[in-house]
């Protein structure tokens, strides 16, 4: 049994500010230069988040003027932001990444098949991207997959039946982070 051991309020406050202060991609790529400052430190970031409770503090909040959940903008967006516009594209089965450009500023709507795709690929990339950096998330959409016969997430997706392909990237995503 994994005993939790719960940081002070100075370890939970220092964290806090080191993700204030710097971005948490210039950190990865610090700490990937420089292994001995990282030994210990996703040790202390995880516990001040865990003391944190429940409560999704890092993820970013919608306005309430877009509803319940994201709009489709919003979901293109974080997408592009994420995995780039040309992986989008593919996934979303258009040509080229200005049509995935108009999509995040709204000046244009995906079909509502397309939209059904993106929304799913936005899920999983938050799913991954909640249990790993930043970096992992386009990787592992490009890379082959044993739950996926040694395809790609984004090849599957963007070949395959939606009814298909949805719930069997979503399977393989989810083997990935352990749930």
């Given amino acids: 049994m994994v005993q939790r051991v719960s940081p002070s309020e100075d370890e939970v406050r220092n964290a806090l500010e080191v993700l204030i202060a710097a971005d948490f991609g210039v950190i990865v790529r610090v700490l990937q230069r420089e292994p001995k400052l990282a030994s210990g430190f996703f040790d202390r970031m995880r516990r001040a988040m865990d003391s944190l409770g429940d409560e999704d503090v890092l993820t970013p909040t919608r306005s309430s003027a877009s509803g319940p959940g994201p709009t489709t903008a919003e979901i293109v967006d974080d997408l592009r932001v ?49 249990s790993e950096v930043d970096a992992v998330v386009p990787t592992w959409f490009q890379g082959m997959n044993p739950h996926l016969a040694d395809r790609s997430p984004a090849r599957v997706l963007h070949e395959d039946p939606f009814e298909e392909a949805g719930s069997r990237v979503l399977a393989a995503a989810s083997a990935f982070v352990g749930e």
């Fill in 82 to 130: 994420a995995l780039g516009a040309k992986l989008v594209a593919y996934i979303a089965r258009v040509s080229d990444a200005r049509t995935v450009r108009e999509w995040a500023e709204a000046t244009r709507r995906p079909t509502s098949a397309t939209e059904e795709r993106l929304r799913l690929a936005h899920r999983v990339a938050t799913l991954i991207g909640q």
